[in-house]
């Protein structure tokens, strides 16, 4: 059965810094783009970065700038590192893969908590 693997979610200080993972076989991995989405309480689930095959990046304007994606391809796995993060980007984060944003193998979900 095909997994993909979430970790990195915890609390943190406004300001402060989190690395999420999302790992995945060798073959899910090569062949598709990843993202990541999160879902705030009562809003809808909005993509947020996204990585595709070739390297390429998106942004969505509320993280421009702050968070960052890659891809370790020795590693199987995909990375969103989250910069000077504030209250607004308390959410629970989800990894996609697929053919293209959005459709594809979704994550389990970690939760991301910006709190003093």
């Known amino acids: 059965q095909v997994q993909l693997v979430e970790s990195g979610g915890g609390l943190v200080q406004p300001g402060g810094s989190l690395r999420l993972s999302c790992a995945t076989s060798e073959d899910i991995f090569r062949f598709n783009a990843m993202a990541w989405y999160r879902q705030a309480p009562g809003k809808q689930r909005e993509l947020i970065a996204g990585i595709t095959v070739d390297g390429d990046t998106y942004y969505a304007d509320s993280v421009k700038g702050r968070f960052s994606i890659a891809r370790d391809t020795a590693k199987n796995t995909n990375y969103l590192q989250m910069n000077s993060l504030n209250i607004k980007d308390t959410a629970v984060y989800y990894c996609?893969?697929?053919?293209?944003w959005g459709t594809g193998l979704w994550g389990q979900g970690t939760q991301v908590t910006v709190s003093s």
């Open positions: 996609n893969v697929g053919r293209s």
